[in-house]
Structures are given as C-alpha cells and as structure tokens.
C-alpha cells in the first residue's frame, strides 16, 4: 500500500529533462551588481529552494526568469526556449511561468472567483464557463472554493495567497515561482500555503521557491541553492545544506536564522 501513494518527499520523486536553464546571468542596477554569473538548471519535476540573507539577489533572480527584469548578459531558457525580448512570445511564455509574490497581489476590486478565471479568459482564450469550472476545481483545491465570491480584502492573509496558488495554476504553468509566500503571513495561517506548496510538490510540479521555512525545504526541497552578494555560494539537497554547509557565509547565515 505504501508504496504506491504519492509521497511528498523529494526523494522518492522523479526528477526529468533541464526545464528552466540560466547560464552566465549577470545584472546590475546602476552601479550596484545584483546578479553575477548566475548558472541555475532545473528540471522538471524538480523543487528548488533559494535561501539566503536579504539583498543578496533572490527577488531579483525570480524576477528575471519570468521577465519582470531585464538582465544584461547570459542567457534563460525555458524548456528549451530563449526568453523573448518582449510581444505575444513574451505573453505565451510568461504564461508557462507562475509567480506567487510575498505582498498579497491580487486584484482587489475583482472577486476571488474573478481573479482566477481572468488570465484563462484573457491571455489562454478560454470560454468563461470553461474559466469558470477550471476555477471552481482550483479553488477547491487549495481549500478556499466557499470564498469564491468575495473580494480579496474579506480573505485572510493565508486564504489570499491560496487563491493567488490557484490563479497562477489556472494557466497551466510549467514551473512555478514562490517568492516569500508565508513571509507575511500571522504564523498560524503559514502551513495553510506550505501545505498546498507541499501537495503542489508532491504532484510533480516544477517549483523554485525563495523561502527560510526549514520544514517546507526539507519535506519537498530537492534541492538548496544559498546565495549571498549576487552568488549562487552553494547548492546541496536539504539536509546536508541545514546540517553541513561547507561555506563559512551559509554557516554565519543559518546560525543567525536559527536564533531567533
Ligand atoms: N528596482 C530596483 N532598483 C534598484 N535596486 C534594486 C531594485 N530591486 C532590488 N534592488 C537591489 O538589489 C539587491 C537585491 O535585491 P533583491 O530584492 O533581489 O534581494 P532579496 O535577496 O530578495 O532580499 P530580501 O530577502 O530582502 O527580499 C538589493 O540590494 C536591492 O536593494
Ligand atoms: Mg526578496
């Protein structure tokens, strides 16, 4: 019996082909160099935590995979495709592309239900009743299908970020980006999202996920990525990463996040 459940551990999850490929990322702004020589693969199936001390370029690195940021030399892929300059590629690429911001970033004169059948309709040429359904399933999902009607500010902290999971997913994302979901959550409401994160996992899905949630990293973190000063410093599965880090900067980084 055990055998066949769907686990959320990363262990015992396969892993596929390179899906979203960042080679020699390099970006400033102005003067100041947020990212340097970036290269980050990760593949299908995959989840990547990126951990590390603030300012040291997280946002930033999401930003540019989904193209909310320019960069200035090297190149990202997405499944085997160059990010575009800009127009309908661009659009149909972001599209593969969610992101879940840490600041609830819904639209707020729109409701729940709303917010999660507006890109299908819009940007996927879904029919509204199709959108519709789609939505429901989504919404039920993460567990918040009985606020479907409501604006986003009659929600919860958790229960904002849950429906801004479901609309990110109503596009039929490839990977999905999470930057900070809990980061401004009441602490009670945090393992509402990382629960959905963890199912989300576990079903496969592709996720680079910016988070210090220990718990969330080593229950379905393939892998670490630690950055500090526009690097990538270090990268090792979970475990390792929490309990042997071989840099004396994620050392000096872990010791002062595990104190308070
Ligand atoms: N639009 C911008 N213009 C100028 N500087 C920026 C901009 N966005 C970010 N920065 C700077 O780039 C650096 C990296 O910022 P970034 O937001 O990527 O860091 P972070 O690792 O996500 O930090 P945090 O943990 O605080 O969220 C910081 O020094 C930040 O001040
Ligand atoms: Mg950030």
Redesign the pocket.
Same mark, same amino acid.
């Given at each position: 019996m055990a055998e066949t459940q769907v686990k959320p551990d990363a262990a015992s999850r396969p892993i596929g082909e390179p899906l979203v490929v960042l080679e020699h990322v390099d970006k400033h702004?102005?003067s !100041?160099h /947020?990212l340097k020589d970036i290269n980050l693969t990760v593949r299908r199936g995959e989840v990547v935590v990126v951990i =590390?001390? &603030?300012?040291? =370029?997280? &946002?930033? !690195?999401c930003?540019t995979i989904n193209r909310l *940021?320019t960069i200035d030399s090297g190149t990202i892929a997405i499944d085997g495709t160059r990010l575009p300059e800009e127009g309908r590629a661009l659009a149909r690429l972001r599209a593969d592309v969610g992101m879940v911001f840490?600041s609830f970033n819904l639209f707020a004169h729109k409701s729940v239900l709303e917010n999660v059948t507006l890109g299908p309709t819009k940007v996927k040429g879904l029919s509204r009743a199709a959108a519709r359904t789609k939505a429901n399933a989504l919404l039920e999902r993460v567990g918040v299908a009985n606020q479907a009607d409501k604006l986003p500010a009659q929600l919860s902290g958790g229960q904002q970020q849950r429906v801004a999971i479901a609309r990110a997913l109503a596009m039929d994302p490839q990977v999905m980006l999470f930057? *900070?979901p809990t980061s401004a959550l009441d602490p009670e409401m945090i393992n509402e999202v990382l629960d959905v994160m963890v199912s989300l996992a576990a079903e496969g899905m592709t996720m680079i996920v /910016?988070t210090h949630e220990m718990g969330f990293a080593r229950k379905a973190a393939h892998r670490v990525v630690f950055?500090d000063g =526009?690097q990538i410093v270090e990268e090792s599965d979970p475990e390792t990463f929490f309990t042997a880090p071989s840099s004396e900067r994620a050392r000096d980084f872990l010791s002062k996040i595990l104190t308070h």
């Open positions: 702004f102005g !100041l /947020v =590390g001390p &603030s300012g040291s =370029g997280k &946002s930033t !690195l930003r *940021e840490q930057d *900070e /910016v950055m =526009g």
